[in-house]
């Protein structure tokens, strides 16, 4: 496996827009924090936060075109909204050029709408890129804070405003999503 951080970072340099990658540098730098925080593999938490956004900016033809040469099984919704799949793009990539382990990618595909019963490399990805320090929006702070007390309640308050935004916008859901927040609901009830 690489674990060469400069050699990911020079790979990703050519890849992503400047502020794409800052975003990139800003998550591998809250994966490493939270990692620390709930006692995860920091080195793993790193490599992911850093390379998780590297199909981010593929163009929609070009995902569709990976997906179906890479046989990456994927819905109507990710054929439709093709933004959602730079995540299982990303680990893919990630596999095949960096060795990254099955734990790894799994973290980086389902970086943006989370899956029921994650695991805690990917409950940080998760909520890291949507705190990371290059995040400004409405509430930042109070859910920043949120990740470093309760991580899963950070999460469902994350997904909280995510459909509710995307229900005002008229936008599709993710069924991942919705079915991570439940899951997360029903575990934190008992």
């Known amino acids: 496996m690489v674990t060469d951080i400069e050699k990911l970072d020079g790979d990703l340099r050519e890849v992503l827009s400047e502020e794409r990658y800052s975003h990139s540098v800003c998550v591998m730098q809250m994966c490493e924090k939270l990692a620390k925080k709930y006692n995860a593999n920091v080195e793993k938490a790193k490599l992911i936060g850093l390379m998780h ?3 981010k900016e593929l163009s929609k033809k ?3 075109d990976y997906v179906k040469k890479n046989n990456i099984a ?3 919704i990710e054929k439709t909204v093709t ?4 995540g299982k793009i990303a680990a893919d990539m990630c596999k095949k050029k960096y060795g990254f382990d099955d734990e790894m990618c799994e973290a980086i595909a389902v970086h943006t709408t989370g899956k029921p019963n994650m695991t805690i490399l990917q409950k940080i990805l998760f909520i890291a890129d949507k ?3 290059s995040r400004t929006y409405d509430g930042i702070v109070e859910l920043r804070n949120l990740a470093f007390e309760n991580i899963d309640k950070a999460i469902i308050k994350n997904l909280d405003s995510t459909l509710l935004i995307n229900i005002d916008k008229g936008n599709l859901i993710f069924e991942e999503s919705i079915k991570t927040r439940n899951y997360l609901l029903l575990s934190s009830e008992n």
């Open 53 to 55: 956004d590297m199909a």
């Open 62 to 64: 070009e995902k569709l």
């Open 74 to 76: 994927c819905n109507e």
């Open 83 to 86: 933004g959602i799949l730079h």
């Open 131 to 133: 705190t990371d320090e």
